[in-house]
């Protein structure tokens, strides 16, 4: 029997395709792990891309900045201030 297709929603564009080509890649290669390996990729980039603003990080990301800061505390990508 074969699996039921998840079917895209129309508004995609290249940059959503080539993701998904991406993705697709990655889950051939069998990575261990992997979806921890995309949220790393995905918020560290999200972060530079915001020059490290937390708030523009996480309005890209659509998570709140307490989210993201604790991400980028347990990633060591920031110090955590006591």
Known sequence: ???ARVTAPADRGPADEALEQVLRA???EEHE???ERIE?????VAFD?????QIQAARLL????NVLRAWL???KAI???K
């Open 33 to 35: 792990h992997l979806f």
């Open 73 to 75: 505390i347990r990633a």
């Open 1 to 3: 029997m074969a699996a």
């Open 62 to 65: 659509g998570i709140s900045r």
């Open 26 to 28: 990655l889950f051939d």
């Open 40 to 44: 790393d990729i995905v918020m560290r």
């Open 79 to 81: 110090a955590a201030v």
């Open 49 to 53: 891309f915001s020059h490290r603003n």
